[in-house]
Structure formats: C-alpha cells, structure tokens
C-alpha cells in the first residue's frame, strides 16, 4: 500500500490566471496519466502567480480566480488537485489552499500565519485563518499549510492534533544566500515536534526583484530529507509514502546535490534575468562593454540566461578608455560569441562641452564632466533598447549602489540590474565561479584595478576605501542595521565609518531611481529596504 503525492515545482505568470490555469490543468493530467498520483501539490497562490501585490485589490482578479476554480473543477478527474489561490470567504480575503476532487472543492485551508517583514507584507491584503485542515487522500490522513505556517509551531501542531498523517506545505519561498539549509532545518524541527512526514513543495522562478528557487524536499518523521527536487528548474516529481506501517514513510528517492553559495547565487541572477526579460516580453538584452569586471559578469549573465544571440554588447570609448579595456572586451564577447558594436563618445561629449561652456565658463572641471561622460552612454544605449526592442541591462553591484557611486541618467539608465544586490568582492567571487568550466571573463580583467575610466589614470580607489574593508562595513550597516558606534567598536576607523554611513544615507535618492534588480541577500535595496529620502536621523 502507498500514499504518491505528485510535486509540481512549478514557474508561474502573476496575473495571468487563465494560463496560470492551464498550467496546473496540463500538470495534473501528466501527474494522473505519466505518474498514476492520488493527488499532485502545486505553490502558494499558483492560479494568481505569487506574489500578485495590488492586484488583490481588483475585483477583476478575484473573479478570475473563481472563474478558474470552476473551469479546474470540470476539466479535471481521476486525481486530487491541492493548489493555492487567493479567497473571499464571508467577505474577508484569505490566502487559501484548496483540494479539487471530482469536480468540487472538498476542502479549503486559509493560511493562518501571514509574513509582514522583508519582502513581504500579506497583512496588506489577507486575513488570517487558524482553523486545521486534514483530508483523506489515498487512505491517509493529511494536513495542508501554507509558506509561514511551518516557520512556527501552532499550525503544523494543530494538523496532527486534528489526525494528520502527513504534512503537506505549499510555499511560495523566495531565495537569498544561505536559504537551502535555513529551510531544511527548519523542516527538520517542525518533523521532529509533530511526528508527521513533511512535504515542501516551492515555487520556482523570476518574478520582478525576485527569485524563488525551487528545492522542493520530502522529510521524514525522523527529520531525514528522502527526496528533493533540482533548484532553478520546473520538475514534476513522484513522492510515494509506504502506509504498511502505523505511520507513512517517505520512501528515498532522487536527493539534488546542494548548490555551492557561488553556484546557488549564479543561477538566482541567470533565472532572475530570463524571467524578467521574457515575461515582460523583450526581444533579448543590450549592455554597455566596459572591460571592467562588473560589465563582464552582467554579460556572462545575460547571455546564459537568454543566448549569444539574443544579447548585444555596446563598447562606448572615450579619451580616457584604456586600450586594455577595448581589447577585453573584444575578447570576452567573441569568447561569448556576442555581437558587438563600438559607438565613441567623444563626439557628443564635445558636443555637451560646447553646448555648456558659457554655463560653465570660471568654474574648474570636476565630476561634472565625468557624469555627462556616463550620461552620453546611457543615452546611446537606451536609444538602441528602444529601437530594438531589447531591455537595457545596467551593470552597476551593490557596493557602488550604496555608496553611490553611480551616475544617475547615465550607468543607472536601463530597465533591469542584474547584479544590484551582488557586492564587489561576490563579483570578483562569481567571475571566478564562471570561468571554471570555460574561461569566458578574461583573467585581466579580474585582476586589474577597477576603475570608471572616466578621468585620466582614474581608480575606484581614488574615492572609495578597499572593497574589502568597504563591503565589510556595507554589510553591517545595511544588512545588520547596526549603527556607526557598533560598527566602529567592532574594530573599523571611525572617520571612515562616518564618511561611509554618510554616503550611504545621501545616496538613497539615486537608489529610489534605479531599475529593479535580483535579490539575493537577506537586505536587497528596494522593497526589502525603505529609508526616507528626507530625514533628520
């Protein structure tokens, strides 16, 4: 005897509820058909895509979803279908996880516990449940929650108490560094409380900033992982439960070997920038070459996310581009096999200079004319996004952003950030991780000195500490939140710390401009950080 549960680790469309439909309509046939499952799990709010945000607030949406409940009650039979969607219930709106059988709802779990930190902010939109939900499938009891609910103890204890057998989770569970192992033990802990076989079924995919990874897991009672799907990819996967014994085991089946932390952040950005140029319907991507170490991973990126063919790369010399920097980027895009296209500035730079000189007549040259150097850039190459149809890529990482080291209008134009929320030293780090199997970065290039080249024999170092001694009290005082008298006990100059902090704080403006980019710390600028732009702290 045994219990098959089908996991659809599946990529969803916010908004899309029609295909989203299908979707689950499509897989839960394969599931009845090619796996002979009782039932197959889908993620959190799958019919809406996850998360919807305002769209909630639409009526429109809301009869979409009852609209699509209806036409997955008659399309399918012959296999238990256990999705997540949102729900008026009693005019309250619950984010709710319902079992489709024989062509009804035969029960319905509204998630009792709703995240309002980070990311997340549920208690916008949803009211919190509470009551168990335990349904016989197969013979055997089992118990649905939702996301949160299994990050504390009282649900997954009310499901055993009402008889649960089982527990399934559905969970729309968005990456960031270190986040695999932080949910198997959890699980883990959670299995060991109740005595139940934990299912952990997670949404996969790019969706705005971020990034749900997959991994989906079966934990037995005894907090022993059986079974765990690949990370960054759609699986459909059988989980089969002996029921011979007193409770059902999970039988060991194919485990994923766990990601490296370079590999698992890899392949966030890769999937994060195809979900996001593809869904938002863009013919490929267009960046500007530098030479630099930052333009070369963003490159590197792209083209594994969407093909050689479907990125182009812009060189933008000027007078003070190093003949180095043409000649790495010539070679990283023909090791690539991308096609590229070299546009010299200085002909609008004059062009500016002779435009503004009586404006600017006394005054000394300054990082002015270093801006207007970025800004020619930006204007070139939002013009080819333009006509082309392709998203402009920026290359900017989190070290520069926070400090603002970055041009507003110029390298900060475009439409998506690849690696926005990647400090310095992890670009170094994931240029490193790329070049394993084929050196496509050319070694110089993540050796040589960084810098702007925007003045002459100019360096990063010029104007910023080392990024060793930088992103290390980055991480302090935007991740951690720690204050300036924290961070400087800890051991860092304080002058430093001060000027560092002030930095930070009098570039949130230029950060509230940027372009959305992939999350993959615990603390992304964006919706997981939200400082006043005006404040007197």
């Not at 399934?168 to 949910?183: D, Q, V």
């Not at 050689?308 to 180095?324: C, H």
């Not at 475009?414 to 199997?437: C, Q, T, W």
Request: charged share 25%.
């Amino acid at each position: 005897m045994s219990l098959k549960i089908a996991l659809a680790q599946s990529n969803f469309l916010v908004g899309d509820v029609a295909g989203n439909t299908q979707r689950v309509i499509d897989t839960s046939l394969r599931a009845r058909d090619e796996l002979g499952a009782h039932a197959v799990l889908f993620p959190e709010l799958a019919l809406t895509g996850y998360p919807p945000e305002d769209l909630l607030l639409r009526a429109e949406l809301l009869a979409r979803v009852e609209q699509a409940l209806e036409r997955l009650c008659g399309a399918v039979a012959g296999i238990d279908i256990i999705v997540g969607y949102p729900r008026c219930h009693q005019g309250l709106l619950y984010n709710a996880a319902g079992v489709v059988r024989e062509g009804e709802v035969v029960a319905e779990y509204h998630k009792a516990l709703l995240p309002n930190y980070s990311v997340f902010d549920e208690k916008r939109y949803f009211e919190a449940g509470g009551d168990p939900c335990v349904v016989v499938i197969g013979g055997v009891p089992v118990g649905i929650t939702i996301c949160e609910d299994i990050w504390y103890s009282t649900p997954a204890a009310r499901a055993a108490e009402a008889g649960a057998q089982v527990l399934l989770n559905l969970n729309a569970s968005p990456f960031h560094r270190g986040k695999a192992p932080e949910r198997e033990q959890l699980l883990r802990k959670r299995a060991l409380e109740t005595g139940l076989s934990i299912v952990y079924l997670n949404l996969v995919g790019g969706q705005d900033e971020l990034v749900f990874d997959g991994g989906s897991f079966v934990m037995s009672a005894e907090g022993m992982v059986r079974q765990q799907l690949p990370f960054f990819n759609e699986q459909l996967a059988l989980a089969t439960f002996d029921t011979r014994g007193r409770h059902p085991e999970p039988e060991v089946a194919a485990i994923t070997t766990p990601l490296s932390e370079e590999q698992a952040i890899y392949q966030a950005l890769v999937l994060g920038v195809r979900d996001y140029v593809y869904k938002n319907g863009f013919k490929g991507a267009v960046l500007g070459l530098s030479g630099g170490i930052d333009s070369a991973l963003t490159l590197a990126i792209a083209v594994d996310a969407l093909g050689a063919d479907q990125v182009e790369a812009v060189l933008m010399p000027s007078r003070y581009t190093a003949d180095m920097s043409n000649e790495d980027a010539r070679r990283q895009a023909d090791a690539l096999g991308v096609r590229t296209t070299s546009i010299p500035i200085e002909p609008a730079f004059n062009a500016f200079l002779g435009m503004l000189e009586q404006e600017f007549a006394g005054t000394a040259v300054d990082t002015t004319e270093e801006n207007i150097q970025a800004r020619c850039r930006g204007i070139i190459l939002m013009a080819i996004s333009n006509k082309k149809g392709k998203i402009l890529l920026t290359t900017g990482n989190k070290s520069e952003m926070s400090v603002g080291y970055a041009t507003l209008y110029g390298d900060m134009a475009g439409g998506f950030a690849p690696i926005k929320d990647v400090p310095k030293m992890l670009v170094y780090r994931l240029a490193e991780y790329r070049n394993r199997s084929l050196e496509v970065i050319p070694r110089r290039v993540i050796t040589r000195a960084p810098s702007a080249e925007l003045a002459h024999g100019q360096q990063d170092s010029d104007s910023l500490p080392p990024y060793e001694i930088l992103d290390a009290i980055l991480q302090r005082y935007i991740e951690r939140d720690q204050g300036v008298s924290e961070i400087i006990k800890a051991g860092y100059d304080e002058a430093l710390v001060r000027r560092i902090a002030r930095m930070v704080d009098r570039n949130e403006y230029k950060r509230r401009q940027a372009p959305p980019g992939v999350k993959i710390t615990q603390r992304a600028f964006g919706r997981d950080r939200r400082y006043p732009l005006t404040n007197g702290f």
